[in-house]
């Protein structure tokens, strides 16, 4: 197992669990990343949000379920170290990771070794999982391109601050989740929310687009994951674009002027389990240390914030999956190599780990001499190998980008259109009914995949 980030560990976990034993490879602290900061496995280097957790309304909340039925560590550690959120699953970054290597370390099948695998692994490694995620290591990613002839594996992504509570002016902001939905944490008021009126907003859009920002110029040809933009390119396509997307003020009512309508609004999301830390809830940037201190004072209530670290910019690599991977995500050009996490072409925390999940009971089960299939396509966790190694195929051109899971991905269900009384029902009524019944059939077919062949059954 080369990579110990979600998809790693989780995929080392499934292979010992399993009963096989698995070697884990992770280079920290040997070698240093641009946006690691510590040594713990499954370190969560961007936002601290699992995003949705509800099944029945979102498919990132369907694929938590499924992975829960499956036995995930990532999902485990994160229920255990959630934070208030609202609607989502957020975590105390440092208690998850420090419980994911805990149990790792502990887990008497799993070897971990603290060392880089330069290039591609050893020839008589015959079982090798890899998941070195967005940051793979120049060395493995330019021999991967060797040896598949692509041409480019790489994108750009981005990090948001986080800022000392403490410096927070609740006097301005105040408490409250986006029309007062309780998270599974059962709190109401999970965000704090900085209100802006219409002029603060347009020098707000002003000050990002003349800000400094980090370029790259070696990097100039790598296009950004749209799921994922730095806040000032959001700007540059248009000065409402924020108002709309992470700024929005919808569903949400100042505490201290009741009666004013805020034109925007920032929010910011519990960070750590202490409360001490909350994230800038979509404020990835590229802009330069010096500017997002000085731009971020000017939000009402963050005048005098300190920040306990500042947004970044960082590349991601990731396969054509489509035309690199077979349906178990091994590299056609070289079987012995599965690939899981991010580098599949998935975005996200949960997508990666579930992968990740995947790609280790797929390994296990081919050293135990099992036959498995990848989980139905009706499922959150077989709609997503359906993405990695079938989709996009456009024209008879493979046209592959990173996405997270979403309700496209899963074949369509038909629901009623009326109730039992003969109602016709609404366009948002029809749209919850759907999900709820996509759920329903996914969690449905799981349960049979897992009870008999050709799954591998949870122990």
Known sequence: MIGGGLAGSEA?????????????????PVRRTDAHQTDGLAELVCSNSFRADDW????????????????????????????????????????FSQAVTARLEAHPNVTIAREEIAGLPPADWDSVVVATGPLTSPALADAVLELTGEGQLSF?????????????????????????????GGDKAAYINCPMDKAQYEAFIDALLAGPKSEFKDWENVPYFDGCLPIEVMAERGRETLRHGPMKPV????????????????????????????????FQTKLKHGAQTEIF?????????????????????FLNSPRLLDGQLRLKAMPRLRFAGQVTGVEGYVESAAVGLLAGRFAAAERLGRPIE??????????????????????????????NINYCLLPPLEVAKRDAEG?????????????????????????????GPPALAAE
Request: proline share 5%; net charge positive.
């Open 374 to 403: 990848a989980p139905p396509a009706t499922t959150a966790l077989g709609a997503l190998i359906g993405h990695i190694t079938g989709g996009h195929l456009e024209g008879g051109n493979v046209r592959f980008q990173p996405k």
């Open 423 to 451: 109602r016709r029902l609404g366009a948002k009524e029809k749209g919850r009914n759907k999900k709820r019944a996509v759920g329903e059939r996914a969690l449905a077919d799981l349960d049979a995949w897992l009870a």
């Open 156 to 184: 750009f992504d981005a990090i948001a601050p986080i800022v000392n509570f403490e410096t927070i002016d609740m006097d301005v902001a105040w408490r409250q989740s986006r029309y007062d939905k309780e998270g599974p």
């Open 56 to 95: 029945t309304g979102n498919a990132v909340g369907l694929l938590h379920a499924e992975m829960r039925r499956l036995g995930s560590i990532i999902m485990s550690a994160g229920d255990a170290h959630q934070v208030p959120a609202g609607g989502a699953l957020a975590v105390d970054r440092d208690g």
């Open 297 to 317: 004072r000017t939000i009402p209530g963050l005048e005098k914030a300190v920040f306990a670290r500042l947004g970044g910019l960082h590349r991601n690599t």
């Open 251 to 282: 569903g949400l009512t100042n505490a201290h002027k009741p009666e004013e309508k805020a034109y925007a609004v920032v929010q910011l999301r519990q960070d750590n389990a202490l409360g001490t830390l909350w994230n800038m809830v979509g």
């Open 12 to 28: 080392a976990w499934q292979i010992a669990e399993a009963g096989v034993p698995v070697v884990l490879h992770e280079m920290r």
